[in-house]
């Protein structure tokens, strides 16, 4: 639809998205970009004590591919792409999650103690303790965001 603005015509392009659902799509990109941090991380103490082996050379490419693929999903998600949004909270918010939390939950199980574990921390452990807190917080807060009303009656309009 053409409208005309001060004498200036203009074509109405795509609605966008909703401030929470591309709130989403930001706390999405930030929890992705924390799990590369991390891999990163995670990465440089492999090779500093093990060397770069074909095990670690899968690993990259495996989350070469899963972070990838989520990033893809966001920009859908923020396209008004519905089935975006519940990719998005199987793979991510629920999977994704588990496999941050879970081993979290079972280090604490067995006795874990996070005091000693920051008391005897490097910097790149702190690094790392610190991206990881960042990746878990920002996931939840991303579910809850894409799937505020704004969010959902924008989706559902595309």
């Not at 874990?112 to 790149?124: E, S, T, V, W």
């Not at 990881?132 to 920002?138: D, N, S, T």
């Amino acid at each position: 639809m053409d409208t005309t603005t001060q004498g200036v015509a203009r074509t109405s392009g795509p609605e966008a998205p909703p401030p929470a659902l591309r709130a989403a799509c930001l706390l999405w990109l930030v929890a992705i970009g924390a799990g590369v941090v991390e891999s990163v991380i995670g990465a440089s103490g492999v090779i500093a004590a093990e060397g770069f082996g074909p095990g670690l050379a899968a690993n990259i490419a495996l989350r070469t591919v899963v972070y990838g693929g989520a990033v893809l999903l966001v920009l859908h998600l923020y396209r008004g792409r519905a089935w975006a949004r519940v990719a998005l909270a199987v793979l991510l918010g629920c999977i994704g999650l588990a496999t941050l939390v879970v081993p979290l939950v079972g280090w604490f199980a067995a006795g874990g103690d996070a005091g000693a574990a920051l008391a005897a921390a490097d910097g790149a452990d702190l690094a790392y303790y610190t991206v990881r807190g960042l990746h878990i917080a920002a996931v939840p807060v991303a579910m809850v965001a894409m799937f505020l009303s704004s969010s959902s009656a924008h989706l559902r309009r595309r």
